[in-house]
């Protein structure tokens, strides 16, 4: 369920979403996997309930509190609402198997789309 390789093939629908994660995954690669470290981080903390995957519940609390803790730090205002709305949205594009969880290659495949 959690792997790479049959999902593209089970799952043709979200071939779109695949490729975007595959670019992420490939750019994430050249660039040696430099987040790996805090997406490990994020991800232990995001999975409350220790299953190994994130819920979008887990996945947006998660966010939310990177989002906030960045922002305060850059002395930025944050917006709760509409990260929450925004990372709500993000969590459907990062579950590739649409199984309403995110695992941790689906987690990870996430962040080096972000902007830098
Ligand atoms: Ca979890
Ligand atoms: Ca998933």
């Known amino acids: 369920m959690n792997r790479w390789s049959p999902i593209g093939?089970?799952?043709m629908k979200k071939s779109h979403a695949?490729?975007?994660v595959f670019a992420a995954f490939v750019f994430g690669l050249a660039n040696g996997f430099s987040a790996t470290?805090?997406?490990q981080k994020?991800?232990?903390e995001?999975?409350?309930n220790g299953d190994k995957s994130l819920t979008k519940k887990e996945y947006v609390a998660v966010k939310l509190a990177s989002g906030k803790k960045s922002a305060q730090k850059n002395n930025r205002e944050f917006n709760?609402?509409?990260v929450a709305t925004r990372q709500a949205k993000a969590f459907g594009r990062y579950d590739i198997d649409g199984n309403g969880k995110l695992s941790e290659e689906?987690?990870?495949a996430s962040f080096?789309?972000?902007k830098k």
């Open 18 to 20: 695949l490729l975007a």
């Open 37 to 39: 470290k805090f997406q």
């Open 9 to 11: 093939i089970k799952n």
């Open 46 to 48: 995001g999975d409350t």
């Open 106 to 108: 689906e987690f990870y």
């Open 112 to 114: 080096p789309a972000r």
């Open 42 to 44: 994020q991800f232990a």
């Open 80 to 82: 709760e609402e509409k």
